[in-house]
Structures are given as C-alpha cells and as structure tokens.
C-alpha cells in the first residue's frame, strides 16, 4: 500500500540551529513528493516538490529536501530556523493508482508540528 | 498565481443547519478539486473529489448525503454538509491546480455546530 510516514510528532529547535523534519514514504513507481506549510487556523502553502533531477530539491523560506532513494526518505531542512519558521508541516507523496483528470491524489503524512524556540 | 479562495472562513451554526463552503479558484480553471476535513491537530483526511460537470467521487466512508458537493463551474466548487450535528464540528479545506501538481489550498473553513 502507498503510504508516508512522518515518524516526529514534534520537532524543537532552537532559533538559528539547523533543522529537520523526517519523511519516509512507500509508493510504486516513481514517487512524487511534495512537502507544505500550514500556520493556525490556515489552509496549506506549498514549500518545495522533488518529480525528478536533482536529489536536492530547494523551496519557498529557505528550506531546501533531500530525495534519497535507497533510503526511500525526502527529509526537510533548513540551515538556520527561524521562530517564525513554527507551524505544522506535511510531507505528502502521489498516488500513482489514482488519476482525476490531471490531478492526483496525495496521499499524506500526519504532519510535524515544529517549535523554533528564541 | 493559482490563488483558491475558500468561504466563509469561520461558521458557527445551530444543530440541524445545512452549511454551505465555496471554493473558488481565482485565476485558473480546475476541472478537478478536492475537499478535506483536518481534525485538531491531526493530518489532512481527503473527503472527495469535486469534478466539474460530474458527480463527485467520495472517499470511503463519507457519507455522500451528507456532504453534498457541486462543482458547476470551472472556478467554484461547493461543500453542503446537510443538517449538521455537533460532531460535523471540524475544519474543512478545498484545493485545486492548474496542472497536475502541486496543490494549491484554501485557507480553509472553521466549522462550528452547537
């Protein structure tokens, strides 16, 4: 079954420390992967997708993925977090078994909630 | 660009209501949309997806009674959920693309049913 885990409900960081937010996913094919921001009480902003190229992927923020394949995993990071960089994110992947037209359903994680302390 | 504009933004309404939530995209046609329900603090649980001219295709377990959509326009998608009880209390979210990726969300609509 296609699926994604985010294995971190939380991630703490201190503000201007490197972070991480963990991805592993399991799809048939080739994966889409898709990563987005969500602040309180808002729908989702789009950060940064990997359909093929380069394993390193940059986005929206400053925050950049690492597609690695062996690993099955597309962690987000970001050098230096800032506290404004606090909210929800997901990882999400395609559903390659799924066709609407020219869209796709993803399928989703269930998101890190990340804490930038000052 | 691929702006979706999602209302109201916030209801609270009495048990047995019928709610209505728009979803429209504003500068780009979508023939396909799609319709979530996000718990507190839990991940995004895909409803349906909205098909323009068509009848919508609904996730399993989602009453299509209940949770009526038309989508009667290439920019407008509709959510009804139909004589709301206390426990259809959540936030729901649209989304839709111009291509096939990415997704491109509402800021969603809080759903409160005393």
């Known amino acids: 079954a296609q699926s994604v885990a985010q294995p971190e409900d939380q991630v703490n960081v201190a503000e201007g420390n490197p972070l991480t937010v963990k991805c592993t996913y399991s799809?048939?094919?080739?994966?889409?992967l898709f990563w987005y921001v969500q602040y309180p009480n808002r729908g989702l902003q789009f950060l940064l997708k990997?359909?093929?190229?380069d394993n390193l992927v940059k986005g929206s923020y400053g925050f950049e993925a690492e597609f690695n394949k062996s690993q099955t995993s597309f962690h987000l990071k970001k050098p230096s977090a800032l506290v404004s960089d606090s909210a929800l994110y997901f990882c999400a992947v395609r559903d390659p078994t799924y066709n609407a037209g020219n869209n796709r359903k993803l399928i989703w994680g269930l998101g890190t909630s990340l804490a930038v302390n000052p | 660009g691929a702006v979706v504009s999602q209302h109201p933004s916030w209801v609270i309404c009495k048990s047995g209501t019928s709610v209505k939530i728009e979803c429209r995209s504003l500068d780009f046609q979508a023939t396909t949309m799609f319709w979530y329900r996000q718990f507190p603090k839990q991940s995004l649980m895909l409803m349906a997806t909205?098909?323009?001219?068509?009848?919508?295709?609904?996730e399993q377990g989602v009453e299509k009674d209940k949770f009526l959509i038309n989508h009667a326009s290439l920019t407008l998608s509709t959510l009804t959920v139909t004589s709301a009880h206390p426990e259809d209390s959540s936030f729901y979210i649209c989304?839709?693309?111009?291509?096939?990726?990415?997704?491109?969300f509402g800021d969603g609509t809080r759903l409160s049913i005393l």
């Open positions: 990997y359909i093929t190229g």
């Open positions: 989304s839709a693309s111009p291509g096939p990726q990415p997704q491109h």
């Open positions: 909205s098909n323009e001219g068509s009848k919508a295709t609904y």
């Open positions: 799809v048939s094919g080739n994966p889409y």
